[in-house]
């Protein structure tokens, strides 16, 4: 019945369902002839009704791009990285030519799933990597940070909690987020801290690494639906993570050292190629990454054999710098022009403006991540006094105007009759 009878002999609203009161309820939505329906109800409701819609929209295609397509899609959105852009593009084609693919008899052979290990500089594009190619396969991603992360019991956030970002983002499509990517950042922070055994728990660092384990390798996770903490009666959504790719990204500041260190210990006798550390670059000392040095770093050997495929990333050089400020469709050269067009502004940048810029960013070693920051602090003083000059204008941004902080050129343009 949708009406009660209370203590004071009138009657109170309640869900025609379920039968909870409107106190109970957080919300009764009304219906003709006194019939209500709570909002957990309408819930349920819905999930039954998207159920048959889920479970159609969830069989995986199987119209995998090919590793060229792949990379060539990646070079729209990433500028350089080449090496990094290739062994991503295999990585990913095998995976999800495996989902397509799964054993039939137990006697197949099984393929098992390859998760990726991102290691650069910052300001890289390691983020931007994982986003693009969750974009080109059209899955389900979600990006994570792992310093948020700690053992389950402690302040913080549990590490199946990466787990419902995955499924929120794939509208609560369970069997869609089974084959999704999750991006996990600043995974070198959760490095153990210190390579002895501490007496006390490491709970934001070995102790995280534990908790990821067979999550990164595959089992039935049980994820808590609002997120927080497990508690006794609260219904938990399970989840294969068999079939969901995993990427791990950090900048593993000091690792080139553990790597120099081991390769200019080891060599020995004559015609030894002597190594020089001037002259080698990060992404050369991360090219000869051996699982020992992850160790040293902190990171355990269990979690290293669960990220078999380990790619580097290197820094940008001014060139690639110049194509992030100036080529994409987005880049924040254009957005200046586009916004300060708008005030009969019109925007230039000389090739020494571009530059210094691109130097500025390398000097700070901020990478393409910096460069927005070092152009917004260029250009506000310019963004006030600009708009209150009558006219068409054009404004020419010099490479004094960047390394000295001067003033730009300001032209009048005299509007055709």
């Known amino acids: 019945m949708a009406r009660l009878r209370n203590g004071s002999g009138g009657f109170e609203r309640s869900c025609s369902f379920c039968g909870k009161s409107a106190d109970m309820a957080r919300r009764l939505i009304a219906g003709p002839n006194d019939v209500f329906i709570c909002d957990e109800c309408v819930e349920v409701c819905r999930k039954i009704l998207s159920e048959e819609d889920h479970d159609l929209s969830a069989q995986f295609t199987g119209d995998i791009p090919t590793p060229k397509e792949i990379k060539s899609y990646l070079d729209l959105f990433v500028i350089g990285q080449d090496d990094a852009k290739k062994a991503l593009s295999v990585a990913v084609y095998n995976h999800y030519k495996r989902i397509a693919n799964p054993a039939k008899e137990p006697d197949d052979v ?80 959760i490095a153990r801290k210190g390579e002895n055994i501490s007496i006390t728990r490491d709970v934001s660092g070995e102790g995280v690494q534990q908790a990821l384990l067979k999550i990164i390798e595959g089992t039935i996770a049980s994820v808590p639906p609002q997120g927080g903490r497990k508690h006794p009666n609260q219904e938990m959504i399970r989840i294969n993570t068999t079939d969901i790719l995993f990427i791990c990204g950090g900048a593993f500041v000091g690792l080139d050292k553990y790597i120099e260190h081991r390769v200019v210990q080891h060599p020995m006798g004559f015609g030894t190629e002597i190594w020089d550390r001037r002259e080698r670059s990060i992404k050369e000392l991360f090219n000869a990454l ?45 957005q200046y022009q586009a916004s300060l067009a708008i005030d009969d ?59 000295k902080s001067e003033p730009p050129e300001i032209h009048q343009i005299q509007k055709s009759a």
């Open 290 to 334: 051996h699982p020992d040095d992850l160790i040293h770093f902190g990171m355990i050997p269990e979690f290293i054999g669960r990220l078999p495929i380990t790619v580097s990333l290197e820094e940008l050089k001014r060139e690639d710098l110049r194509r992030i400020i100036t080529e994409p469709r987005n880049a924040i050269i254009k």
């Open 110 to 189: 099984e393929i098992e799933k390859s998760n990726v290990l991102l290691i650069g500089p910052t300001g890289t594009g390691k983020t931007l990597l994982a986003k693009t190619l969750a974009r080109k396969l059209k899955v389900p991603f979600a990006i994570v940070d792992a310093t948020t992360l700690t053992e389950a019991g402690y302040v913080g956030e549990d590490v199946e909690n990466i787990l419902l970002k995955l499924i929120q983002n794939a509208g609560g499509n369970i069997a869609a987020a089974e084959r999704g990517i999750v991006y996990i950042d600043e995974i070198d922070k």
């Open 345 to 403: 502004v019109k925007l230039e940048f000389t090739e020494g403006a571009i530059d210094a810029i691109a130097d500025t960013a390398i000097k700070q070693k901020t990478g393409a991540r910096g460069l927005r920051a070092i152009v917004e602090k260029m250009m506000t003083d310019i963004m006030f006094e600009i708009p209150s000059i009558e006219g068409n204008k054009r404004v020419v941004i010099t490479r004094d105007t960047v390394e």
